[in-house]
């Protein structure tokens, strides 16, 4: 793996859970697989999933590609605001192989042509272009941008596809993602919940 993957620098198993589902996917749905990461950082699932999904389906990644937008948080000292600072010093992984050109550069030396990069701020319209979705993995912390981008996927992911969201298990981890993802997704009767303890911080649910 060239692009780095944060949940397996972090060692909390919830990378694991990720590409469990994603080969899942794989194996249900067999080939026009169309997946996103939205929060995709350094990129390293876009490549992991794009190498797994070869020949079978393209798979998307949405950030900003500059750094985490902590300007979209309630209150700018809340953990959900300051979370990626650490990772972002030199002396661990930086802010270089953030940038769009740097990952897409990977990607095309790699031969992933099934890997899209989308940057920007992810909104409720970003996954418009898409027809439909298999897999989805949100991993954005602020709890404005994972409420942006449930609306985002929630209509286009097909039956019998998967939903994964990431730091809204642990309700002292980040509470105000957490508190809308008890709102927001686990109420929601169009998804059934398949499991939140194989990881550290990751729920994942299925499409009814």
């Given at each position: 793996?060239?692009?780095?993957n944060?949940?397996?620098?972090?060692?909390?198993?919830?990378?694991?859970?990720?590409?469990?589902?994603?080969?899942?996917?794989?194996?249900?749905?067999?080939?026009?697989?169309?997946?996103?990461?939205?929060?995709?950082?350094y990129?390293?699932?876009?490549?992991?999933?794009?190498?797994?999904?070869?020949?079978?389906?393209?798979?998307?990644?949405?950030?900003?590609?500059?750094?985490?937008?902590?300007?979209?948080?309630?209150?700018?000292?809340?953990?959900?605001a300051?979370c990626?600072?650490?990772?972002?010093?030199?002396?661990?992984?930086?802010?270089?192989?953030?940038?769009?050109?740097?990952?897409r550069?990977?990607?095309?030396?790699l031969?992933?042509?099934?890997?899209?990069?989308?940057?920007?701020?992810?909104?409720?319209?970003?996954?418009?272009?898409?027809?439909?979705?298999?897999?989805a993995?949100?991993?954005?912390?602020?709890?404005?941008?994972?409420?942006?981008?449930?609306?985002?996927?929630?209509?286009?992911?097909?039956?019998?596809?998967y939903?994964?969201l990431?730091?809204?298990v642990?309700?002292d981890?980040?509470?105000?993602?957490?508190?809308?993802?008890?709102?927001?997704?686990?109420?929601?009767?169009n998804?059934k919940?398949?499991?939140?303890?194989?990881g550290?911080?990751?729920?994942?649910?299925e499409?009814?």
């Amino acid at each position: 793996m060239k692009l780095i993957n944060l949940n397996k620098a972090s060692n909390n198993k919830d990378d694991f859970v990720v590409m469990k589902y994603a080969m899942k996917a794989l194996e249900k749905f067999k080939d026009d697989l169309i997946g996103v990461e939205l929060g995709s950082c350094y990129g390293g699932n876009v490549e992991e999933i794009a190498t797994a999904w070869k020949g079978h389906g393209k798979f998307y990644g949405y950030d900003t590609f500059e750094g985490h937008p902590k300007q979209l948080a309630d209150n700018p000292k809340d953990f959900e605001a300051i979370c990626m600072d650490y990772w972002y010093k030199e002396d661990v992984f930086g802010r270089e192989h953030l940038a769009y050109d740097y990952q897409r550069g990977v990607l095309d030396e790699l031969g992933l042509d099934n890997a899209f990069l989308v940057k920007g701020l992810v909104n409720e319209h970003s996954c418009d272009q898409l027809e439909h979705i298999n897999f989805a993995f949100l991993d954005m912390d602020l709890h404005v941008s994972m409420a942006n981008g449930f609306k985002a996927v929630k209509d286009k992911i097909v039956k019998g596809g998967y939903l994964l969201l990431h730091d809204v298990v642990d309700k002292d981890h980040i509470p105000l993602t957490h508190q809308w993802y008890l709102d927001n997704v686990k109420t929601d009767p169009n998804y059934k919940m398949l499991s939140d303890n194989e990881g550290h911080f990751i729920a994942v649910y299925e499409k009814l």
